[in-house]
Nanobody, 124 residues
Framework: QLKLVDSGGGLVQPGGSLRLSCTTR????????MGWFRQAPGKDREGVAY????????YYADSVKGRFTISRDNAKNTVYLQMNSLKPEDTGVYYC?????????????????WGQGTQVTVSS
């Protein structure tokens, strides 16, 4: 059974860092485009970072560019989101997702499988 397990969230002060992990089970990660999304209370879900299935190309939302880094380790079936210089507006539930689409997939509706989410709270 295909499954994604998100972890690594927590409470951090503004300016701090967190690394989220998404461990995948039941499929071969290298054939899937991956993305990280987040949803703040009362707001729509937004995509923050994406990584392609082939050459590891990446794409970031403007709000996180230069602060977040998405990466993948296909041998470990894991995708990471390194988050630095965190701001209160980064607070939300973060979800990883996998897409059957080839290459870089930056549209949320094209993602087929989702993790359960991990809470990130940035507050002093």
């Amino acid at each position: 059974q295909l499954k994604l397990v998100d972890s690594g969230g927590g409470l951090v002060q503004p300016g701090g860092s967190l690394r989220l992990s998404c461990t995948t089970r039941g499929f071969t990660l290298q054939y899937y485009a991956m993305g990280w999304f987040r949803q703040a209370p009362g707001k729509d879900r937004e995509g923050v970072a994406y990584i392609s299935s082939d050459h590891g190309s990446t794409y970031y939302a403007d709000s996180v560019k230069g602060r977040f880094t998405i990466s993948r380790d296909n041998a470990k079936n894991t995708v990471y989101l390194q988050m630095n210089s965190l701001k209160p507006e980064d607070t939300g539930v973060y979800y990883c997702a996998a897409s059957n689409g080839w290459g870089l997939v930056i549209t949320g509706s094209e993602y087929d499988y989702w993790g359960q989410g991990t809470q990130v709270t940035v507050s002093s």
